[in-house]
């Protein structure tokens, strides 16, 4: 079963418009969430978040984690085309020893001029 | 800058063969990871390895392996390659940031996008 669940799957906006990407998780042993954004290549990473309600933003994107509600969003304000791209969101958990990361099937965001 | 690099971007193979996809990284991470992505899958874990000669099983290991000799380098290995192999693989590492308890974000290789035929 999914243990992060991203919504939307897809969205198209226009330039200057501000979009909420979504990001739901189900984990034990829960140490961060982190979020991706991947063009043509490898995701590069945007955030990484430990702490419930505290805001890490980069320029016009900004996210935050809610830990008892299990969630987590990315907002960007005044989008531009090259916004456009896949958004992934993934929980970093550690237990018995081992690490790893999980990934949602992500967000396709297309910025439309 | 990190600096994470797999040796092929685009690679194709004939079922049954033994194929290598190899991945080095040059910022002396401890862990590194190996993860396939295809269209509405999104990235899977198939192995991961946070020391030198240690590994452990991701999400779908099934018909992979691995091996990781030099702290550098991690290698994913399809011991006898079939069709539903075909996909794009991605490696990535990164850092244990001791004294935190958490591993630092993970770094990307450009990936490799493996056929079989």
């Known amino acids: 079963e999914d243990k992060v669940v991203q919504s939307p799957l897809s969205l198209v906006v226009h330039e200057g418009d501000t979009v909420t990407l979504n990001c739901s998780y189900e984990v034990t042993n829960f140490r961060s969430l982190l979020w991706y954004k991947q063009e043509k290549k490898a995701p590069t990473f945007l955030f990484m978040l430990?702490?419930?309600?505290i805001e890490k933003k980069s320029g016009r994107l900004s996210s935050i984690l809610d830990k008892k509600e299990l969630f987590s969003i990315l907002n960007i304000t005044a989008t531009q085309t090259g916004d456009s791209a896949i958004y992934l969101c993934?929980?970093?958990?550690?237990?018995?020893?081992?690490?790893?990361?999980?990934f949602g099937k992500g967000t396709h965001l297309i910025i439309q001029p | 800058d990190v600096k994470v690099t797999q040796s092929s971007r685009y690679l194709v193979k004939r079922t049954g063969e033994k194929v290598f996809l190899e991945c080095v990284q040059d910022m002396d991470h401890e862990n590194m990871f190996w993860y396939r992505q295809d269209p509405g899958l999104g990235l899977r874990l198939i192995y991961f390895s946070y020391d030198v000669k240690m590994k452990e099983k991701g999400d779908i290991p099934e018909g992979y392996s691995v091996s990781r000799e030099k702290k550098e380098r991690f290698s994913l290995i399809l011991e006898s390659a079939s069709t539903n192999q075909t996909s794009m693989y991605l490696c990535a590492s990164s850092a244990w940031a001791h004294g935190t308890g958490y591993n630092q974000p993970q770094h990307f290789g450009d990936g490799t996008r493996l056929s079989i035929l």
């Open positions: 993934a929980y970093f958990y550690s237990g018995g020893g081992a690490d790893g990361l999980t």
């Open positions: 430990t702490s419930s309600g």
